[in-house]
């Protein structure tokens, strides 16, 4: 085992111009995790795990307040392009960049007309995982930003009457008078411009799903996003490289979107007072003999390999894996004894969001485009009457499908657990497929009566054969270390001073929207206390 060294601080150099220029490397990066023969561990007031929303939103809060930052992320820097002069891999031509660590793709949307889409890839820490569970597949984003690098953007604020369901022990009227605000504006959210979406090409197939919406009587409602609608009209105008125009988004964005490299990251490393480790999978964290905590990771390179095991210490320790990353490391981090003081709840309260997915064929008079914008801007709310909320998805498949693709949220009840399995050394989750059934009916309150109204049939060839419902998997994981249980009401875990969750493990399960303006806000929310309470 080595240690990584103070001069890793170099880093924070190529980082920071990385991400703010597009420069620098990702050999760079490799080079500076640890060094054989150093003897001192390198120890640092905050050590956040993970560089998604929670991590991104503390880094930065905990850097303005003074506080050097370290953040550690298992995925790759991605600022670097590949062979073909891009970063990132086009959405219908998957390759090695689009999968962490698999040797065959997971496409969320497996099958067309019959024929499976998946393929042969060489395994890499690419950037999106398929983590597989024994009854769902939950897709995560890999890398520096966490889910902000492949996630559809849409940055949606919960209606404000639904969120006393959505998380019980928050005062809603701070969050939306300051957290929620403060959420939006540091995301950069922003509304597409209604008069050029009525005319635009790329959002026919948006159209469509109004039309149909409207006519069975649901409410049609407009979404904001966090992909640039200016950078958006110029794609369509043929005056910049196209992104969301060419179908790009869950294996990453060449341009146009503002990922948290772009707002939160970057301000976070422009203070001077935030490094970033790459490539540094976090394995334990344990109270260190001086107080604070030792945090041990494993250095991978690019096919998954274990370099070499870095160990740094800790003042603070904030997890922000993301809910499934959170709550695997503290489910093991209890089990095995190394944070012996963390409560029952750990583990406990995880649920899809309710997600799940459908198509429906359209007649030859309602095209839904060849081109689509692969960034969606609107959604079927039918979530008081039938428990769901459809967002009007894209398939952006560069032909003309004449079908509509929608992916629900929905009020499913079902939450599973995690638990540590000694013999396989791995932490399982008990979610069953069976378990969707709530929101495949919640689901079937929209479609089945557009159907009716429209004569028209699911379709049965998207994810399998003859099968209508993607049921097997999840975008949008959530809890799992739940805010006021296996935490207090901001964060701080139970019976480990200096401890904390702050990403969407604290969320029980279901946000009644998508979810990441939430995760940012109660983020946002908690980091403010903490700072002023526990620094
Ligand atoms: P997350 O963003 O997942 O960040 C966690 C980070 O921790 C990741 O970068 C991990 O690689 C890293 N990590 C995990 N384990 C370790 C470890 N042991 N050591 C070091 N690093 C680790 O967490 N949400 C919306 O609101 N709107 C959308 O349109 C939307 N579309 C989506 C589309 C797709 C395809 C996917 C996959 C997700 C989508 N989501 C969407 C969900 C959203 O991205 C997700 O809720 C947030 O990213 C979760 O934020 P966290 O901060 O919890």
Not at 111 to 128: C, Q
Not at 401 to 425: C, H, K, Q
Request: aromatic content about 10%; proline content about 5%; glycine content about 12%.
């Amino acid at each position: 085992m080595t240690s990584e060294t103070s001069s890793s601080n170099d880093y924070k150099q190529v980082s920071r111009r990385g991400l703010l220029a597009g420069t620098g490397s990702i050999l760079a990066v490799a080079a500076l995790g640890g060094r054989a023969g150093a003897s001192t561990a390198v120890h640092v007031p905050a050590l956040v795990i993970g560089t998604g929303y929670g991590g991104a939103v503390a880094a930065l809060r905990l850097a303005q307040a003074g506080v050097d930052v370290r953040m550690v992320e298992m995925g790759m820097s991605w600022d670097a392009p590949g062979p073909d002069g891009k970063i990132f891999a086009s959405t219908v031509k998957p390759d090695y960049r689009s999968f962490w660590l698999r040797t065959r793709t997971k496409q969320p949307i497996n099958n067309f007309l019959g024929f499976p889409l998946d393929k042969d890839v060489p395994r890499y820490t690419g950037i999106l995982d398929a983590e597989e569970f024994g009854g769902i597949t939950v897709y995560q984003g890999r890398g520096v930003g966490g889910g902000s690098l492949v996630n559809g953007g849409m940055a949606v604020t919960p209606r404000r009457e639904r969120f006393a369901a959505v998380l019980p022990s928050v005062n809603a009227d701070e969050m939306y008078d300051r957290y929620f605000p403060r959420a939006n504006a540091g995301l950069g959210v922003n509304h597409v411009d209604v008069a050029w979406w009525e005319t635009a090409d790329c959002y026919q197939f948006a159209r469509v799903g109004r039309k149909h919406a409207q006519r069975s009587g649901f409410a049609f409602v407009f979404v904001p996003n966090v992909y640039d609608f200016d950078y958006m009209k110029r794609e369509a105008a043929g005056a910049v490289p196209r992104s969301a125009l060419a179908g790009e988004v869950i294996y990453g964005n060449n341009h146009g979107k503002k990922t948290l490299r772009q707002t939160y990251l970057a301000q976070a490393l422009a203070t001077g007072k935030v490094t970033i480790s790459p490539l540094h999978k976090v394995t334990s964290v344990a109270p260190a003999a001086g107080g604070g905590y030792t945090v041990v990771m494993d250095r991978l390179d690019t096919g998954g390999g274990v370099m070499e095991s870095v160990t740094m210490t800790a003042d603070k320790v904030f997890f922000a894996a993301g809910s499934v990353g959170t709550s695997k490391l503290l489910t093991k981090l209890k089990a095995t004894g190394a944070l012996p003081g963390l409560n029952d709840e750990i583990g406990k309260g995880w649920g899809d969001n309710g997600n799940v997915m459908c198509g429906r064929a359209n007649h030859m008079w309602d095209p839904t485009g060849k081109v689509q914008a692969a960034m969606p801007t609107a959604g079927i709310d039918n979530w008081d009457a039938g428990g769901a909320f459809a967002e009007v998805a894209p398939l952006p498949t560069g032909i003309e499908t004449y079908a509509s693709l929608y992916l629900s949220i929905t009020r499913n009840p079902n939450r599973a657990a995690f638990s540590w399995n000694a013999a396989t050394g791995k932490v399982d989750l008990d979610w069953q497929t069976a378990w969707k059934q709530p929101s495949i009916d919640a689901a079937k309150s929209i479609f089945d009566k557009i159907n009716a109204k429209e004569g028209t049939i699911y379709r049965t060839d998207l994810f399998g054969s003859y099968k209508i419902w993607g049921d097997h998997l999840t975008y949008h994981p959530l809890g799992g270390a739940v805010l006021n249980k296996a935490t207090d009401n901001y964060g701080r875990l139970h019976g480990h001073p200096g401890l904390y969750v702050i990403d969407g493990a604290l969320i029980p399960g279901n946000t009644s929207v998508n979810p990441f303006v939430t995760i940012t806000a109660l983020a946002e929310r908690n980091i403010e206390k903490i700072i002023a309470t526990d620094l």
